[in-house]
């Protein structure tokens, strides 16, 4: 359970073996590089070394960090599938006056990662928990981005699917911050047409590869690293979206969205013009996040009033 061997607590940079002193029983949640291993600090490698337990997301992903700083701490996996089973076990541990160090496969844990379920349970414990401060995906894409920075708000993933991810953006819609979300390569793009839709045309960063080698920060207005995106044949890595706050000067280029058009009978109206009831209604739908089957009837009877002949003109 925790080291055989005292000399085995030490971790090396630089082909330099460093000693690490005894950390104090509780719970060490430890940030970890997001692509760049040297992006890690001293405290965070020395408890590490010394935590009795490693509390890892994927305990394979970090052997690879762990081995390049010559760490031998036993590791245990502790991720979204496994935590409610084993939070009981890591309570115990505790209660055993062990050192556990939580870490994620990247960046800070909790932060979209596992762990805050466990630092609650830990704290109402009565245990210690301690934060070793170090890298995360949100702060250093906003750092990059050249955006605001006085005032942010950090949103996470947006829902997959589409109707739930607009709701989920109108109300970010009006605050008044600098938005940072994360979004897979899968679906970025369907992704930015809705916030163009709902937040207008703003400047934006889009943050990919952070610290890798195959970095890049896209800056401009939120239509034109859309089009970048639709140019590429594949878009790959790992993506944080930096989004500025609201002002004058970013209404929306691309569409109308729900600003511009209080009323979904109107845009529906205007879709039919070019599309069939099916389409439109599902366009409708999706950009004002309401029931298909609604927009679908209201589509069919204003189709049904169009296709009425004309009335004979007088005369
Ligand atoms: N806890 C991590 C942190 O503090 O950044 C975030 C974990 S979350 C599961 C993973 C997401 O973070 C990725 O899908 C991506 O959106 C973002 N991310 C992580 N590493 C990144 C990088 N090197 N560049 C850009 N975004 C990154």
Redo the contacts with the bound molecule.
Sequence with gaps: MTHDNESERRFIIEGCAIPARPIPSGLHIV?TP??NLSDITVRALATLAAADIILAEDTRHSARLLHHYGIHARQLSYHEHNAARMRPRILSLLDEGKALALI??????????PGMKLVREVLARGHAVYAIPG????I??LTLSGLPTDRFLFAG?PPARSGARRRWLQELAGISATVIL???PARIRATLADIIDIFGDRPAAL??????LH?EVLRGRLSEIAEELHAREAIK????LVIAPPDEKSAPLIRENAQTHPDWREALKEALQHLPPAKAAREIARRYALPRKEVYDHAVSLQKDSDRPNPPKDG
Aim: proline content about 6%; glycine content about 8%; aromatic content about 6%.
């Design positions: 940030a997001i692509g994620s496969d990247a960046g800070t844990p909790l932060i979209s990662d890298p995360s995906a949100a250093t894409a993933f994360y979004e897979s943050c990919r590869e952070l610290t890798k970095e890595g790992e993506i944080t």
